[in-house]
Nanobody, 124 residues
Framework: QVELAESGGGLVQAGGSLRLSCVAS????????LGWFRQAPGKEREGVSC????????DYAESVKGRFTISRDNAKNTVYLQMNSLKPEDTAVYYC?????????????????WGQGTQVTVSS
């Protein structure tokens, strides 16, 4: 069993930056692909980014390309999401998730474990 815990959310002005962290416990996730999703009020959960097992492959939603960077530290069992040039439309609850692979990275149903989420609010 894997437990995921996000942190780093908060309130920031448009144009600002935040760094989200997600620590896994229970077992190592070095053999899991790790993703970030977000869900705004009244909207479906959407994929933001995903990073492969060896960190050599990354995927991003078009809306965040060039602004967000995903990374992982397997020694710390942690995945990060650096968010720069934040916009009000980035406001959402951000979740990290882990999956063993296969399928499409931005489909939530592919993921095996989820964190509780951290709120990100970007003011204009």
């Amino acid at each position: 069993q894997v437990e995921l815990a996000e942190s780093g959310g908060g309130l920031v002005q448009a144009g600002g930056s935040l760094r989200l962290s997600c620590v896994a416990s229970g077992r190592t996730v070095s053999d899991y692909r790790l993703g970030w999703f977000r869900q705004a009020p009244g909207k479906e959960r959407e994929g933001v980014s995903c990073i492969g097992v060896g960190a050599s492959s990354t995927d991003y939603a078009e809306s965040v390309k060039g602004r967000f960077t995903i990374s992982r530290d397997n020694a710390k069992n942690t995945v990060y999401l650096q968010m720069n040039s934040l916009k009000p439309e980035d406001t959402a609850v951000y979740y990290c998730a882990a999956w063993v692979g296969g399928g499409t990275w931005d489909e939530p149903e592919q993921y095996d474990y989820w964190g509780q989420g951290t709120q990100v609010t970007v003011s204009s």
